[in-house]
């Protein structure tokens, strides 16, 4: 599983365009770019997923440049409601690299304020 | 579109007493996945079956650890003995395919479990 480098936080104001990079220098040709959000006392759930360039859906796009070392999240005109953490995933969930290791890494806790 | 399933939502317990958690995947979903959650670690891998089969079992931390999946609507994470660090919320996920990254996993809300 690539390895992930999200920023820890993040603040915002609602109404406003959020944007979350993360990077995965040493991502594989058949890796997929996978983000996920989780509120408290909840599961993670699916946001976005892409190979390469743009792609968009009704909550989110996702933008991944022609080296793929890196993808952003953009949030359009978050609301409070969009306060939680999110995480990015590169690649094979499946497979292991270490026991135990966080797949999921740390993710960025986002912080919408009215 | 019923999704995945956990139960219990909450479970306390004495130290050394058995703990049994159970998962129901979304029918049609042949992957399935054991996470655990705590403040220290995040979010760790334990176990991933596909077909009901265990693919890798290496995330999980001790022989105390052992998960079944004996039909593709059902599977259980054991432990036993109980021990307080195993307190944590265990998160069931599902998928299509083979966990290839490709197809995107569903959570269930979890089991939050406290070892006293």
């Known amino acids: 599983l690539a390895k992930t480098t999200q920023p820890i936080s993040m603040d915002s104001y609602e109404g406003q365009e959020v944007n979350i990079t993360c990077s995965h220098n040493n991502i594989a040709t058949n890796d997929y770019i996978t983000w996920y959000q989780q509120f408290p006392s909840q599961g993670p759930r699916f946001i976005i997923q892409?190979?390469?360039t743009k792609v968009t859906n009704e909550v989110a796009s996702l933008f991944i440049p022609a080296d793929r070392k890196s993808s952003t999240l953009s949030l359009p005109r978050v609301s409070l409601s969009d306060t939680a953490v999110y995480y990015c995933?590169?690649?094979?969930?499946?497979?292991?690299?270490?026991?135990?290791?966080?797949?999921f890494g740390d993710g960025t806790t986002l912080t919408v304020k009215p | 579109d019923a999704g995945v399933i956990q139960s219990p939502r909450h479970e306390v317990t004495e130290m050394g007493q058995e703990v049994t958690l159970r998962c129901k995947p979304i029918s049609g979903h042949n992957s399935l996945f054991w996470y655990r959650q705590t403040m220290m670690r995040g979010l760790e891998l334990l176990i991933y079956?596909?077909?009901?089969?265990?693919?890798?079992d290496s995330g999980m931390p001790e022989d105390r650890f052992s998960a079944k999946m004996p039909n593709a609507s059902f599977s259980t994470l054991k432990i036993q003995p109980s021990e307080p660090r195993d307190s944590a919320v265990y998160f069931c996920a599902s998928s299509f395919g083979f966990g290839r990254g490709d197809q995107p996993q569903h959570f269930g809300d979890g089991t939050r479990l406290s070892i006293l």
């Open positions: 995933l590169v690649g094979d969930i499946g497979a292991f690299d270490n026991a135990g290791k966080s797949t």
């Open positions: 079956f596909n077909n009901n089969v265990p693919i890798d």
């Open positions: 892409g190979y390469k």
